[in-house]
C-alpha cells in the first residue's frame, strides 16, 4: 500500500507541473497579443489622446491643400502660400518660414503638439512663435504673418495672416532616413479664434 501512495504523489506532481505548464503559456499568449502595433485608419496618423487612449483624424476641411516639400533647406523649394511666405524643412527637418514680399514685416510659426488632423488646428496662441521649430509626424502648426501697408493719411496698416499645417506623414527613403514631409494647409478664412 505504501507503493501506491508515493505513484499516486508522484501522479499528482506531473498532472500539477503540465497544468502549470499550461497556465504559464496561456497567459504568456494572451500578454503577447495584448501587445499590438499601432492603430491605423487607411495610413492616417492617429495620435495619442490626452486620457492615454487613441484618438481618430478628423477628416479635412474644405479647402485643404495637401503638398510633399523635401528637407533640402531651400525655401524656394518649400510651399509658396501666396508668395507672402516660403514654409520648408531644414536638412535636420525643422520646419522653417522665410517671407516673401517686401511688406511682410514679421514671419513666425510655432508647434502645437500632436493635433487630430487639420481641422483639429483652431486657436491661434498668441506666444511660443519663431523662425524655426523642430516637428514630428501628426504635428499641427501655426504661421503668422504680419503685412504692412502704407496709406496715404494714417501711415500704414498692419494686418495679420494665419496659416495652419498638419504634417500627416514624413516621406523615407529605402533606408528609413526622412527625406521630407507631406503637409496639409489651409488659411485662416474661417478656422481662426484667438487665445
Do not use: H
Request: charged share 20%; proline share 4%.
Amino acid at each position: 500500500m505504501q507503493i501506491s501512495i508515493e505513484w499516486f504523489r508522484l501522479f499528482l506532481f506531473i498532472k500539477m507541473k503540465k497544468l502549470l505548464y499550461l497556465l504559464s503559456m496561456t497567459t504568456l499568449c494572451f500578454c503577447m497579443t495584448a501587445c499590438g502595433g499601432d492603430d491605423e485608419d487607411n495610413g492616417a496618423v492617429v495620435p495619442p489622446s490626452s486620457n492615454g487612449g487613441t484618438q481618430q483624424t478628423l477628416p479635412d476641411p474644405e479647402g485643404t491643400v495637401t503638398a510633399r516639400i523635401t528637407n533640402d533647406g531651400v525655401p524656394e523649394n518649400g510651399i509658396n502660400l501666396e508668395g507672402k511666405a516660403f514654409v520648408y524643412m531644414d536638412k535636420v527637418n525643422n520646419f522653417c518660414i522665410k517671407s516673401g514680399y517686401n511688406s511682410i514685416v514679421s514671419a513666425s510659426i510655432t508647434n502645437l503638439g500632436k493635433v487630430a488632423g487639420l481641422a483639429a488646428i483652431i486657436n491661434v496662441p498668441t506666444e511660443g512663435y519663431a523662425d524655426k521649430v523642430s516637428t514630428s509626424e501628426g504635428d499641427g502648426l501655426i504661421l503668422k504673418l504680419g503685412q504692412q501697408f502704407p496709406t496715404l493719411y494714417s501711415g500704414s496698416n498692419y494686418y495679420e495672416y494665419y496659416y495652419r499645417i498638419y504634417i500627416a506623414e514624413y516621406i523615407r527613403d529605402a533606408l528609413g532616413n526622412i527625406i521630407g514631409a507631406t503637409i496639409k494647409y489651409q488659411t485662416d478664412t474661417d478656422w481662426v479664434q484667438k487665445e
